[in-house]
């Protein structure tokens, strides 16, 4: 049988899955009826794909290292050491980010760099003829963004650490759910006729996935 630490969690569901967080935790959902025995047995017949997702987080963890043990941060891309002074004020600089405690981190991502990403909205609606009800952000723990029918998009507001490069990628992919709101081949082929690149920017985004789980 396979050798793994994993959580179980079981419900009124009528199938098993198997879930890899970015942490590398292991989530195995189940009916309520699964022994531990057809568990093991279902994770051995998947041990190829957990060994593929756990090595792909690995390579991610080592990547972010410095950011997950809490010593450097990302501003527009780019790391800065830091700093917890809780004697001092919350700022962010090209040379450093310092902030009281971690609780301030938020508001101050947000209220440095909301209008510039906004901004950035604004000029794909205006290119591109978008329309949105509302932009907010929040602190998603397993995605950039999200839109909802009504046009209401929030966004994590961790992307506010990454390049304006890739701030872009996800407001164009999230203006192209006020149109399509699926993964459907027209919500692909809008997104290609404005950012022909997408795809490229997509997987640089992956390599910060753990980012949306820390702070």
């Known amino acids: 049988m396979i050798d793994l630490n994993y959580e179980v969690k079981r419900s009124a569901r009528r199938s098993i899955c198997v879930r890899i967080l970015e942490d590398n935790s292991i989530i195995v959902t189940c009916p309520k009826r699964f022994s531990d025995l057809e568990i093991q047995k279902f994770l051995a017949s998947k041990a190829q794909w957990i060994e593929r997702h756990l090595a792909a987080n690995e390579q991610k963890n080592e990547f972010l290292a410095a950011e997950i043990s809490y010593e450097k941060i990302l501003v527009k891309g780019k790391e800065v050491p830091l700093i917890i002074d809780d004697k001092g004020r919350n700022i962010i600089t090209e040379k450093e980010v310092r902030i009281k405690s971690f609780k301030n981190l938020k508001k101050l991502y947000i209220t440095e760099f909301e209008r510039q990403f906004k901004h950035i909205i604004d000029c794909v609606c205006a290119e591109y003829s978008f329309s949105y009800k509302s932009v907010s952000f929040r602190d998603f723990k397993s995605r950039w963004g999200c839109c909802n029918s009504s046009g ?10 990454l390049s304006e490069e890739l701030w872009r990628y996800v ?30 920017f997509k997987r640089d985004l992956k390599r910060f996935a753990r980012l949306t789980t820390l702070y």
């Open 152 to 161: 209401e998009i929030k966004f994590n507001w961790k992307l506010l650490m």
């Open 171 to 200: 407001i164009v992919h999230e203006l192209c759910h006020t149109v399509y709101m699926d993964h459907s081949v027209k919500f692909y082929r809008l997104m290609e006729s404005i950012m022909p690149e997408y795809k490229a």
